[in-house]
């Protein structure tokens, strides 16, 4: 099988109903950003900061107070991967300090499965002191036109690295 690449301004994230089955392909091609409005009863989920699932969601949200100190805006989906049943996506995760109002951009690498046309798994990946860092005016922002590595190109400091 070869990987299929779906460019994510070309995503048409309508309410269209989308193929039975498990190919992440027409998964992303129908659903795209709104991929969390389709999880399947069951799904599992990994962070940096725990894993979830449907028998521990409500433990999870009372040990992790979501939402308590930044505002969503926006998810700036930047590429996707698809092969098979399973699919990758960069994107830029954007929110707002409620207690500062700055800004955060990070960058995250995230693996989805889909299971009957609903997201099943999803694992994401990032460096969530980006967000602190840049809410304390140590980190800039991403730039528009820049690859999602963890941390932004014009970043000035740095932290020894843990092999």
């Keep these: 099988m070869g990987l299929g690449c779906v460019g994510a301004l070309a995503l048409a994230a309508t309410d269209a109903a989308a193929p039975s089955g498990d190919n992440a392909a027409a998964f992303v091609a129908t659903r795209g950003t709104k991929q969390f409005d389709y999880t399947h009863p069951q799904i599992e989920e990994a962070f940096p900061f725990g894993r979830s699932n449907a028998a521990n969601d409500k433990k ?7 939402g308590a100190l930044t505002d ?3 998810l700036d989906h930047r590429h996707y991967i698809t092969e098979g049943n399973r699919y990758v996506v960069e994107w830029l995760y954007h929110a707002t300090w409620k207690k500062t109002g700055h800004s955060q951009v990070e960058a995250s690498l995230c693996f989805g499965q889909v299971k009957d046309q609903q997201l099943y798994r999803w694992t994401e990946y990032f460096d969530d002191t980006v967000g602190e860092l840049q809410d304390q005016g140590k980190l800039p922002l991403y730039l528009e036109s820049e690859v999602n590595y963890p941390w932004p190109k014009n970043a000035t400091i740095s932290r020894v690295y843990r092999p």
């Design 60 to 66: 999870l949200e009372e040990a992790h107070a979501f």
């Design 72 to 74: 969503f805006v926006a």
